[in-house]
């Protein structure tokens, strides 16, 4: 009895590795939020006769952590703006588009008849298009910024949180305490609020998890190509692009931010397939 209490305990609390990378993964989203905190500088401010200083890794002797870019900027401060700058446009456009699809898949799932295969179409149709031609369009009509970012993340990944959503919604409309409050006089939104999102919350937070890091990996996509933040300004994707031509001879430019991008996919990534494992009812019934 002893054994079986301690593996029920082991499996309802947290790995240790996974808690891990939670932890790292918000000491590094932390420290990327508080940059201007941390390091108040001025990104535009140049230093020509710092230029390309080695990495105190490389160099005892340096100054700089992770030394100094080709315009004498220290890399390490920049990198701390990069991940806030890639962190808040990957979570605003995240925010929004699970908010739309979320809203379009309970509209879809309830609705039924013409409305749902409209909305069904809709979404074939955005699946059809490739997110970084989407991307290139909007960046061409709207130029390169921040917000066309976050507006390409929303078009681009509403669609996947719609059809999740009008999937278990269509399963769960019939159920029978939903019969039972509609018979009791509960009206859509009522039901919507106090019944279905309820029950849908455990696919969409493992959803949100598992999307969050392709939502990073868009938007440093976009910015390396030149179609999100424009220097000055830095996000991860900028960091990478701006390194590539100086690989063979300062390597750290380009994978210093790579190993950052890698990393933080890696971490939610982890954590998303751990919280399916966890929430979802189909494989609870499997184990």
């Not at 669609?159 to 999937?167: A, D, E, G």
């Not at 390194?243 to 790579?258: E, N, Q, V």
């Amino acid at each position: 009895m002893m054994q079986r209490n301690k593996r029920r305990n082991g499996r309802s609390g947290i790995p240790p590795m996974i808690l891990f990378l939670i932890i790292t993964f918000f000491i590094i989203v932390g420290a990327g939020l508080l940059a201007p905190v941390i390091a108040p500088v001025d990104l535009a401010e140049t230093d020509l006769t710092k230029r390309l200083i080695k990495p105190s890794f490389l160099d005892p002797l340096s100054p700089y952590l992770m030394g100094t870019d080709n315009l004498g900027r220290d890399v390490a401060v920049r990198l701390l703006y990069a991940i806030r700058e890639t962190v808040l446009i990957s979570f605003s456009g995240m925010m929004i588009a699970t908010a739309l699809g979320t809203a379009l898949g309970i509209i879809s799932g309830l609705s039924g008849g013409y409305v749902d295969m409209a909305i069904s179409f809709f979404t074939d149709v955005r699946l059809s298009v490739p997110t970084t031609f989407i991307g290139i369009i909007l960046a061409c009509i709207l130029g390169a910024k921040p917000t066309t970012t976050v507006l390409v993340i929303t078009i681009t990944g509403w669609s996947s949180f719609c059809r999740l959503v009008r999937s278990q919604i269509i399963q769960l409309k019939k159920a029978a305490f939903i019969e039972a409050s509609r018979s009791m006089g509960a009206g859509g939104l009522r039901i919507v609020f106090e019944h279905i999102l309820i029950n849908i919350a455990s696919p969409l937070i493992v959803q949100i998890t598992m999307e969050l890091s392709g939502f990073i990996l868009l938007e440093s996509t976009l910015s390396f190509l030149g179609l999100g933040i424009e220097p000055p300004g830095t996000s991860l994707g900028v960091m990478v692009s701006s390194g590539r031509d100086y690989m063979l001879t300062h390597w750290w430019l380009a994978m210093i931010p790579s190993v950052v991008i890698v990393v933080m996919i890696l971490q939610i990534s982890l954590v998303g397939d751990w919280l399916r494992d966890r929430l979802d009812p189909k494989l609870k019934n499997r184990s």
